[in-house]
């Protein structure tokens, strides 16, 4: 063996013995390879000197290597948050915004707001189901909405919608044109629960089954952690829109009754003054 390689070789050996110090404090500095630190007691033979010249430069151009692909990742990454941008200019929505904007939330809607539009679906008499926009449902028409938390649900079944039901005639007759009942759950629960409460014609009970609407008007509940994990609802409420202008609001905490039965909105129609 070569006098060189045996001189390498115990170069190395002796600056493993200080190795594990030197290298976490590059590693810390640099968050790169470590580069291999020697002692200076193994830097006095000129032999040595070499050897670990030679070590050294070998372990630079391996955290050089490294450094570059650092910079690659980086620069990736800064093109990936520029598409981003653009992507969110366009117009739509990017992956890492869809989060926050639903933690975000949207104004609720308020007296003297514009109904926002939205698409309900409903089964008319003939058994087909229908589509129809909010702004052609209530376009020159006086209309009352009242939106519950649930299809079949007990305080919905049992007060909400029947009392309605009760008082639909009287509604025509202070000038409601059109009465409907909205919840988020699909067109088909929302016709059964309709037949099994006797609404006859009525209410028209519309689905808003994706929560769209309800959304867009700022009322969302989440009775996610209720025993019965009904997951993203519509808070309760009534209301009066003419010609799509919210003239009269009765909005309810959370899932609770107290304002936005039918005598609430009847009351408004017949004594308070109208925006």
């Not at 919608?161 to 929302?190: H, I, W, Y």
């Not at 037949?195 to 519309?206: A, T």
Request: net charge positive; hydrophobic share 40%.
């Amino acid at each position: 063996m070569s006098i060189a390689r045996k001189v390498f070789e115990a170069t190395m050996m002796s600056s493993s013995r200080v190795l594990p110090a030197a290298t976490a404090a590059t590693y810390n500095n640099s968050c790169a390879i470590p580069v291999v630190a020697v002692s200076s007691k193994l830097q006095t033979h000129p032999r040595r000197r070499r050897c670990c010249s030679h070590a050294a430069a070998a372990a630079s151009r391996s955290s050089g290597g490294l450094s570059s692909s650092s910079s690659l990742i980086g620069n990736k990454a800064l093109r990936l948050n520029q598409q981003s941008s653009v992507f969110s200019r366009a117009g739509a929505t990017p992956i890492c915004a869809m989060a926050s904007d639903a933690a975000a939330g949207v104004s609720t809607i308020a007296v003297g707001d514009k109904l926002p539009e939205a698409e309900l679906s409903y089964f008319d008499e003939e058994g087909d189901v229908q589509i129809v926009k909010v702004s052609e449902l209530t376009k020159g028409k006086k209309v009352v909405l009242f939106a519950v938390p649930g299809a079949f649900t007990p305080t919905c079944s049992t007060k909400h919608v029947p009392g309605f039901v009760e008082k639909a005639e009287e509604l025509r007759e202070a000038g409601v044109q059109v009465l409907a009942c909205v919840s988020v759950n699909d067109a088909f629960v929302m016709r059964a629960w309709g037949e099994s409460i006797g609404v006859s014609g009525k209410v028209l009970m519309l689905s808003d089954g994706l929560g769209r609407f309800t959304k867009a008007l700022g009322v969302t509940l989440d009775m996610s952690a209720k025993p019965t994990q009904l997951g993203i609802r519509s808070r309760r409420y009534s209301l009066l829109a003419e010609d799509g202008v919210v003239k009269i609001l009765n909005l309810e905490e959370g899932g609770g009754f107290t304002v936005s039965g039918a005598d609430d909105i009847l009351k408004s129609l017949k004594g308070a003054p109208v925006v």
